[in-house]
Structures are given as C-alpha cells and as structure tokens.
C-alpha cells in the first residue's frame, strides 16, 4: 500500500480546488518521472473511462439552446479545420517521408479530438500498436503544452471569452486539455469549447470509416465514443426538467474536477521514455499541423 501513497494523496487533491489543471499535469508527469506512479495501475483505462464521466458530467452545466447555436454558428469553421488538417498532414507526411499510417494518426487527432480520434481510427487503418503509441505521445506532449501556453496567448491578444473557447476547441489536440485550458479562461469559455469540441468529435465516425476505405481496413473495428450520446443526453435532461437545476450546478462542478483528475492521470502516463520514443519526425509533423490549425484559426476568428 505503501507504493500507492504519494500516486493516491495527489490523485485525491486534484478533486479539490486548491489544485488546478496544469498543476495536476505537472503533478503527474513529476510522479512519473520520479518512478512513484504504480505499474499496475492501468492510466489509459482510468483516463478514458473518468473523462468519459466527466464530459457526461459537462453536459448538465450547458443550455441546449446555447449547444445548438454555437454549433451551428461554428459548423464552417469546424468541417474547414478537420478538412484543411487532414490534407495538410497528407502532403507534410509525403513530404518528410514518414510512415503513413502513423502520419495519418497524428493527423486524425489534431483534426479531430486527439487521443479519441486515435483510438477509433487505428484499429480501422490496421495500425500495429507502435503507430498508435507514437501517435498518442506525439499529441499528449502537445496537449500538455497547450494547457500552458493558449490561455496566456488568449489574454495577450486579449480574446472574449467566447473567442477563446471557439479557439481552443478548434486548435487544442485532446478534449481534456481543450476543457482545461478553457476552465482556465473562465465559464463561458468552457461551455463553449466543450460543445465546439464535442460536436467536432461526431466526425471520429465518417472520418475512421473514410480511413478504413483509404488503408484498406476493417470498417467492423472502428469504435464510437458514446460517451458523446450520453452528453448530449444530459444537456437534453437540464432542458426538459429545469427544476433540478440546483443537482445539475452540483454534477457540473464535480465534473469540472475529475477533469483535472483526468490531466494529472495523463502526465503521469507521459513519461522522459515515450517522448524520446516518439523521435522528431512525429514531433515535427504535430508541431507542423498544430501550428497551421492554431495559427490558422485564431486569424479567422479575430479577423473573419
């Protein structure tokens, strides 16, 4: 039990106020560092399955007629980045000579939702468990960046809460550090990011089947993240019986910390070892399509 100790007093005060995402990230990178995080523990498992509650969670805290508006008013923007990220990872993949099938990965998560994109398009594209490491270490080490950085860029360019959220649901990797960095920026940022985001991960579906038509995969292996059914169940249940509203602000708020909860299991997971293994042609074709979707959408959405 003893092992456990310093893993488990860190994962029980990420529930609390007193720690907030980065910090977690830092937290769970540290541990791992160290050699204090517990190899039996299973944290891809934990990660998925507490951010799949969480963003459940989410969904009570957010006005369906604010989902369906922000939306809607994003579609463009959203169908245009995934589109753009896609066929720019294409040519940039060709262009530094990079396996195509991890090259394709990277790709698919910065488009889409990072290490849930991977996960669905993988076993559709028939890729060993080498491409798919590579490809989640690449996205985690810039998603752990993002949490940092975006809000610091979001108040040098002194961008409205709303502005913000549409930004980093569009330019951050993974749907835990766009929900992070958004709970940084403020409540509305997070109310719109996490719809922006989510309704961008409803195109995991057309693009893993379109995947498995290009590599000549298994269209019976793509998996669906229901957990996005489940969120939009919630919002439908805040909708219809408003008088709960005071249960609904409560589930919101614990959401919101088993999100950090989230992050701190995520750096503990990325380790010296998986970045070194992830090499720099990975690295230089994430920070290539991360910096063209980033760049890209923040001038549309300050100058548009």
Not at 4 to 33: D, M, N
Not at 188 to 211: G, Q
Not at 214 to 238: D, S, V
Request: charged share 10%; aromatic share 10%.
């Amino acid at each position: 039990m003893q092992k456990y100790g310093p893993f488990l007093l860190i994962a029980a005060l990420c529930l609390l106020p007193v720690i907030t995402s980065p910090i977690a990230l830092v937290l769970g990178f540290t541990l791992a560092s160290l050699g204090l995080v517990p190899h039996n523990i299973n944290l891809a498992s934990l990660t998925k399955r507490f951010l799949s509650y969480s963003i459940i969670g989410l969904g009570f805290g957010i006005h369906l007629q604010t989902a369906i508006s922000v939306s809607l008013a994003n579609l463009p923007l959203i169908l245009g980045s995934i589109i753009f990220t896609l066929a720019l990872g294409f040519l940039l993949t060709k262009l530094l000579k990079f396996d195509s099938k991890t090259g394709h990965l990277i790709s698919a998560g910065t488009a889409i939702c990072g290490g849930s994109a991977i996960a669905a398009v993988s076993p559709a594209i028939n890729a060993n468990s080498e491409q798919s490491a590579i490809a989640l270490a690449t996205v985690f080490i810039l998603n752990s960046i993002a949490l940092f950085v975006f809000p610091a860029l979001g108040h040098l360019f002194s961008m409205s809460q709303y502005d913000f959220g549409v930004w980093s649901a569009i330019a951050i990797h993974d749907t835990s550090s766009v929900v992070g960095a958004a709970s940084a920026y403020g409540e509305e940022a997070l109310t719109t990011a996490t719809t922006i985001k989510l309704a961008r991960a409803l195109w995991i579906i057309p693009i893993a089947l379109l995947s498995a038509a290009i590599f000549g995969g298994n269209k019976k292996k793509i998996t669906i993240p229901y957990f996005i059914g489940f969120y939009c169940l919630a919002i439908g249940i805040a909708y219809l019986f408003p008088q709960g509203q005071i249960a609904y602000e409560v589930i919101f708020e614990m959401s919101k910390r088993i999100l950090v909860l989230c992050l701190f299991l995520i750096g503990a997971g990325i380790t010296v070892s998986k970045m070194r293994a992830a090499g720099a042609k990975p690295l230089l074709l994430g920070v290539m399509l991360w910096l063209s979707i980033g760049t890209g959408s923040l001038l549309y959405i300050l100058y548009a």
